[in-house]
């Protein structure tokens, strides 16, 4: 069964610098969420999108914007990045307003020098 | 969404069942009780979810107090590749609502 895709899946970048951060959902997923995760740390909820509007939003740096486009597929941007920006990003979709299971990406690894 | 409190870690030998306990006394009536694990540094994974009955899936039961105040994750045999980080989280369904993760319980099976 297809899967949540998450592109890179590892990005290495310098203080300053920008990244963009892909997800796919699962085909026909309307929902996508944001989770940052640090090192050592448990996910934290960032944003989240349904039907290519904003849902929800957690604690998300100003720095920070993301977006779902029509195809359903999401991406986060990050300017102005600084070392603490270093973590695990996981995407997740869902189907529906009722929807009880989230399924998880793998994550993209970014890392900050 | 209420607040959980869970074991900071377990161990379990292979082969038993693993026992992880949640504590959730300020759950609201709409709010049900979710199950996610997440296997070092992977994606977290849906384990299972309940309202006030108990509820068993090919992972797992779960079993819910009356008061709904406190809830168990029953893994019946534990196997090596269910060493993880489990997380007990308390959420609405409707709305497309985040999930709030705690701190979680680490899961250790000992062969």
């Known amino acids: 069964a297809a899967g949540v895709i998450q592109s890179p899946r590892h990005l290495i970048k310098e203080k300053r610098e920008t990244a963009t951060l892909k997800c796919y959902p699962i085909?026909?997923?309307?929902?996508v969420y944001w989770y940052q995760q640090g090192p050592g740390q448990d996910p934290q909820f960032l944003i989240s999108?349904?039907?290519?509007?904003?849902?929800d939003k957690g604690s998300i740096p100003d720095r920070f914007s993301a977006q779902q486009f029509s195809d359903y597929h999401s991406e986060l941007n990050m300017s102005s990045l600084e070392l603490g920006d270093s973590a695990l990003y996981f995407c997740?979709?869902?189907?529906?307003?009722?929807?009880?299971?989230?399924?998880f990406g793998p994550g993209t690894r970014l890392t900050v020098t | 969404d209420a607040k959980t409190t869970q074991p900071p870690s377990m161990d379990c030998a292979e082969g038993r069942a693993a026992n992880l306990p949640c504590n959730h006394s300020t759950i609201s009536g709409n709010e049900y009780v979710y199950w996610y694990r997440q296997i070092h540094s992977q994606g977290p994974q849906y384990i299972i979810h309940g309202l006030k009955n108990n509820e068993t899936n090919e992972m797992a039961s779960l079993i819910i107090t009356e008061d709904r105040k406190s809830s168990t994750l029953i893994l019946p045999h534990a196997t090596l590749r269910d060493t993880a980080v489990y997380y007990c989280?308390?959420?609405?369904?409707?709305?497309?609502?985040?999930?709030?993760f705690g701190t979680g319980t680490r899961l250790t099976i000992i062969p």
């Open positions: 999108f349904y039907e290519k509007m904003q849902s």
């Open positions: 997740a979709s869902s189907l529906g307003r009722v929807s009880y299971e989230q399924y």
């Open positions: 989280i308390v959420r609405s369904n409707f709305g497309n609502e985040k999930l709030t």
């Open positions: 085909p026909r997923h309307d929902t």
